[in-house]
Structure formats: structure tokens, C-alpha cells
């Protein structure tokens, strides 16, 4: 048996609005772009949306939107994948980590304050595998400093945090979805900027296609820009993935279901938690936790470790998710940082697996999975 880690849901649908695109004769700066941007604006409830290329190029166009320079300062989490603060360092600013909360695994807004100084520009969360992060509290911080807050919801597209959708304008002055194939819907690749912010709509669409005026005047350019446009292709397969965001929410909350269910029974795993009252979770991914606490941290690596290459050998599609980003070689370098700066990060690194989590996973398949890690385990301890 093999069983993918991540898969796209395409239907028919999909494949023939981008067939009807490929037959026009407009293939990029067309009428599903703006249909796209329309659809996700009144989706999340902003005034703007704006297309781009990838999430990254979202987040970078933010950073440069945001006028986030040189020595600048930007407090975001180490437990993240690698873009959130990348795009920080592209512009010579520099990220500033402070670790998570253990049962979320999002920044935690205790440690927020203390990271203050004058230099910081903004607050960075990220929504880690779906969940939303404490967008109230990290509001309320910002607005008492005089921060931006630009939410990488990359991975929550559809989530809820006490009543309002990841993205949403009340929380963050900015925010990025991305559709890279194992996102909640695709574009091939593709991101979208949401706000409510006229000034940085306009920026971004500026800057997402070469820095060009309001006009849109082909050869006149009023700012450093860059070709981070959305393609016709890329929008189409948008605007039908959207309209079925809803039915993949569903299959996807029933697929973390039945893995609640059949993986609760399995001792040494920890199921993802997701905070009660406050998250409306729409699932990205679904990360176990492996091992026991009291063991130390070599020994948790190793048998995180021997759990993966058990699931390898069994065909099972797994990663360590996250790898925490400042024990990234180039990180450790650039920053200074080293292992031990952000212990809660740390564990989560070393215990957590994605598993294989997609919209046409079977019963069977979970089940299939549940041995293999209940073999492996029950292994581990020998
Ligand atoms: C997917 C993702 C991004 C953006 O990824 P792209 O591949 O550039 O679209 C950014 N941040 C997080 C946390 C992500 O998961």
C-alpha cells in the first residue's frame, strides 16, 4: 500500500474552467483573476484581495507594503514553515522569535511584550496547521505599541478564531492564504493578500506586477516591483476550488475525525489539540506527537525518528513537522541562534509528525495507518 502524505481534490469542474481559460486568448491579467479576488474578499469579509504567484511573494509584498526595512524588527514564531520569516530577511530586516504555547504550538502572546523594542515594526503569526493564532490578544498588543500585524494564514483558510475567519480584518491588518497543492484548495501555485487597508491594496497590487501606477500605464513604473502575478490558468482553478471550499472543510474535518477516533485508543501518541470555544478549525494538516515527555531529548528524536522510517517502510507518506526554523543552518549563522533558545519550539520539533491527511482518505487507509504506528511504537520501546 502507499499512501501520499497530501493530495488536491480536483473534480471536473476544475478541469473545465481551466480548459475554457486555455482556449481564450487571455491567459494572465484577465477576468478570473478579478473574479478570483472578488470571491475571496467577500469569502473573508475584506475590501481587498489581491493575487499573487505563491504565499511567499504575498508575505514579501506585505513586509515591503508594511515599509519594513533594514534593522527593522519583526516578532514572529520559530515554529513555522521557513517563508513566514524569509520574507523578513529579504528586505534586511530581522525576525524576532519568541516560542510558542505547548498545546497550540502557536506564538505565545505571554512572551509578545517582552520582545518589544523600539525597532519593532510588527507582529508576525503564523496559523500553524490551521488553528488560528490568538489574534485577540495579539491585536490588543499591537494596537498598545503602535504595531501592524500581518497574519500568515497560509494554512487556515476557513478557520475561525471566537466567531471570525483567519484573515479577517478585525485581527490582522494584512493577511496571506497560499494554494500550493497541499494547501485547503489550489492553484497550482498561488497566494492571495486579504486586507482592509487601501493604501497597502494598492501597494501590493503595484508592487505583484512590476510597480506599476494606478493606471496600470504598461512601460510606466513608480516603484521597485516585481512578476508575482497570479496567472488566468491559476485563477480559474481558484474560483472553482473556492465555491468548493465548504464540501473540503467537511471531508477534511471527517478524515481528522477518524483518525481522532482510531488514534485516541494508541498509547505514547498525542492527537493535535485544538482549543475548545475559541477555533473553528478547517484542518491542514494532522500532526501527531510521539514519544513520552519524560524521556530526553535525544531519545525523543530517535524515536520520532524510528516511527517515520517505520512508516516509510510501510509506504506511509510522513514528514517532522515543523523543523523549527532557527535551527536552520543558515538561521543559526545569519541570527546567532541555537538549540535551547526556544525550548517549547524545540519539543514540538522533535516529537511531531504530519501524517498522511487529504480529502480521499478511507477509513481503511486510517486504519492501515494506526497499525503501522502502533507497531512502530510498541517497537520504539525495545
Ligand atoms: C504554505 C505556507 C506558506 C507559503 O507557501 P508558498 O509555497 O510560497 O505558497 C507560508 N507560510 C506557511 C506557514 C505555509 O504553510
Given at each position: 500500500m502507499k499512501i501520499h502524505l497530501s493530495r488536491p481534490d480536483i473534480t471536473a469542474k476544475e478541469i473545465e474552467a481551466v480548459n475554457e481559460v486555455i482556449r481564450s486568448p487571455i491567459l494572465a491579467l484577465g477576468p478570473k483573476l478579478k473574479e478570483f479576488e472578488k470571491t475571496m474578499a467577500d469569502y473573508i469579509g475584506v475590501k481587498h484581495a489581491i493575487a499573487v504567484n505563491s504565499g511567499t511573494s504575498g508575505l514579501h509584498l506585505l513586509i515591503r507594503a508594511f515599509n519594513i526595512t533594514d534593522g527593522d524588527e519583526v516578532i514572529t514564531t520559530p515554529f513555522s514553515f521557513i517563508a513566514s520569516s524569509n520574507c523578513i530577511i529579504y528586505e534586511r530586516a530581522k525576525p524576532i522569535f519568541v516560542d510558542i504555547e505547548p498545546d497550540t504550538a502557536n506564538i505565545d502572546p505571554n512572551l509578545i511584550e517582552g520582545a518589544i523594542t523600539p525597532r519593532t515594526k510588527a507582529i508576525l503569526p503564523v496559523d500553524a496547521f490551521g488553528q488560528p493564532a490568538r489574534l485577540d490578544v495579539i491585536r490588543e498588543i499591537a494596537d498598545n505599541y503602535g504595531l501592524a500585524v500581518i497574519e500568515d494564514s497560509c494554512e487556515s483558510l476557513g478557520s475561525e478564531y471566537k466567531g471570525l475567519k483567519a484573515g479577517s480584518a478585525i485581527f490582522a491588518d494584512a493577511a496571506v492564504f497560499a494554494f500550493y497543492p497541499n494547501k485547503q484548495i489550489t492553484t497550482g501555485e498561488g497566494g492571495m493578500i486579504v486586507t482592509d487597508d487601501e493604501e497597502i491594496a494598492f501597494l501590493c497590487k503595484s508592487m505583484r506586477n512590476q510597480g506599476r501606477g494606478e493606471a496600470g500605464v504598461?512601460?510606466?513604473?513608480e516603484r521597485l516591483g516585481y512578476n508575482y502575478r497570479m496567472n488566468e490558468l491559476s485563477a480559474a482553478l481558484g474560483v472553482v476550488q473556492l465555491l468548493r471550499l465548504e464540501e473540503i472543510i467537511n471531508k477534511r474535518r471527517q478524515v481528522a475525525e477518524m483518525y481522532n477516533r482510531r488514534l485516541a485508543e494508541i498509547p505514547g501518541i498525542k492527537l493535535p489539540f485544538i482549543a475548545p470555544e475559541v477555533t473553528k478549525m478547517s484542518w491542514f494538516v494532522y500532526v501527531i506527537r510521539v514519544g513520552t515527555d519524560e524521556s530526553t531529548p535525544e531519545r525523543q528524536s530517535e524515536v520520532r525518528n524510528y516511527v517515520m522510517t517505520r512508516l516509510g517502510e510501510a509506504g506511509i507518506g510522513c514528514r517532522p513537522y515543523f523543523t523549527p526554523i532557527h535551527l536552520q543552518p543558515f538561521y543559526e549563522e545569519k541570527l546567532g541562534l541555537r538549540e535551547g533558545m526556544f525550548p517549547i519550539t524545540e519539543h514540538a520539533g522533535r516529537t511531531s509528525i504530519a501524517i498522511p491527511f487529504h480529502n480521499h482518505i478511507t477509513e481503511d487507509e486510517v486504519e492501515y495507518v494506526a497499525e503501522a504506528l502502533e507497531e512502530a511504537l510498541a517497537d520504539s520501546i525495545v
Open positions: 504598461w512601460l510606466s513604473h
